[in-house]
């Protein structure tokens, strides 16, 4: 595992965390599905995945809001130099993946 790798699931898992305490969202979720920080480390993509869909933007919004606090949080509690700069997008690999679970669950019962 390469040192970008390493720092990547270090954010990852310190981000879940914070925005578990920090990140109110009445009757949603918010989850990380993955950090992609730049080789230099300048920039990171956090793919976020909110539930249910209709939070998307709210939820990017206060993600959005509270990045600096966030980024000073981590530069605290992990022992890196240069937090990266964030970029929330929202991660739609698993609601994609239960779409074409369904539909393959439909191809089967009408062939039945």
């Known amino acids: 595992m390469s040192r970008v790798d ?13 925005i578990s305490r920090e990140v109110l969202l009445p009757d949603g979720m918010i989850t990380i599905s993955y950090v992609d920080c730049s080789s230099d480390l300048n920039n990171a993509k956090i793919g976020v995945s909110v539930l249910p869909d209709k939070f998307n933007g709210t939820a990017l919004k206060k993600l ?47 062939k039945e």
């Open 64 to 110: 959005r809001h509270q990045s600096g606090q966030f980024a000073n949080t981590l530069k605290k509690k992990l022992n890196i130099k240069k937090i990266p700069k964030f970029s929330w997008i929202i991660d739609t690999t698993q609601k994609n993946a239960a779409d074409i679970e369904g539909l393959l669950y439909q191809i089967r019962q009408e």
């Open 6 to 18: 390493q720092i990547n699931e270090l954010i990852r898992g310190e981000l879940a965390s914070l």
